[in-house]
């Protein structure tokens, strides 16, 4: 019969040897698998943070959260964390210790970034740190300011503009329809007058023939000299004019710039507008027809006037009562 013992030892040497792997796996799955330094860092705010949370050191693990001591600091509290690195690891002196998570489902961790300086920190000593920044707390914040500005801001100012279109709205209805009133009185006004006006320069045109002609019976040299000063007079005036004119200008261009304003009032009234203008183009139409009437007694008049100075010129006795010279021509 065989001896059973020797099935005990193989067994037992079989769980032993299984304990001592299992204790290898912990130890390299949390990083402590030989000598360690210790460090501490203290934060206001230790979110995710506990015993074995990961250590890295510019994103290499090197080691694991140890304690975390709450302690009153100044009235407030604070956190102390205590954390083993792999020992002789260098961690220059100006380093800082974030609170951070690798990726965004993963769990938090300790992540030291390396700084410049050339002398490291020396085991126990405290490290910088850094306040971990909670993504969620921040978009909560930003809700929150963005809720107050909509309150307090965004619904009074869209209320003065409200306000401030209806009384604009107001305005231009009012005053837009008054103009376009005074416009359409003053187009009939203007229609109703046409006829009597060129009427009356037709009469002006007569006059004006008939004075000719009395003007000629009454010239004298002495009336030539005053018509000479007159007509220097009116050189005169007509310097006169042109500074007259300089000032119309100024005034037209003050005038154009309140058309530009009223154009933008009665844009809404553009048919009305239309049917004014095409009044006013039917009254154009009919002064034209009858300019060339104006015109012909207007050159008739030129013509007498002419005629009558070509006689003074060439028999001036003819002011005196005397008959005009004999015509050599029709000899």
Known sequence: MRDN????????????????????????????TGST??????????T??????????????????????????????EFRVDFSVIEDWRIPSDSVAHIAAPSLLSAKALDIRAGEASSPLAPGDKIYTAEAADLFAV??????????LSRDSLAPLLANLNKTVIN???????????????????????????????????????????????????????????IEQAVLSLTQAANGVDALM?????????????VADTSDMVSSNRENIDGT??????????????IDGI??????????????????????????GGASPQDEAAQ
Do not use: C, W
């Open 139 to 148: 978009v909560n914040d930003v809700a929150g300011e963005i809720q107050t």
């Open 37 to 46: 330094d210790d460090y501490f860092a203290i934060y206001s705010n230790v």
């Open 5 to 32: 013992r020797v099935n005990y030892v193989v067994v037992g040497a079989f769980v032993l040897a299984s304990i001592a792997g299992l204790i290898v796996a912990i130890a390299l799955l949390t990083g402590r």
């Open 246 to 258: 300089g000032d119309a200008k100024s005034l037209m261009e003050q005038a154009n710039k309140a």
């Open 277 to 290: 203008l095409t009044d006013v183009r039917l009254i154009a139409d009919s002064v034209a027809r009858n």
């Open 48 to 77: 995710g943070v506990k015993f074995g949370t990961q250590v890295f050191y510019e994103g290499y693990p090197i080691g694991q959260v140890e304690t975390v001591t709450p302690q009153e600091n100044a009235g407030r509290m």
């Open 295 to 320: 015109n012909h007694h207007l050159d008739g008049a030129a013509r007498n006037m002419y005629e009558f100075s070509r006689q003074i010129r060439a028999n001036p006795g003819l002011l005196l």
């Open 168 to 226: 604009v709205d107001g305005l231009l209805s009012g005053d837009a329809k008054t103009m376009l009133t005074q416009v359409t009185a003053l187009v009939a006004d203007l229609s109703d007058r046409a006829p009597q006006i060129l009427a009356d320069i037709e009469s002006f045109s007569t006059n004006l023939a008939l004075t000719s002609t009395e003007v000629s019976a009454l010239f004298t040299p002495e009336m030539t000299n005053e």
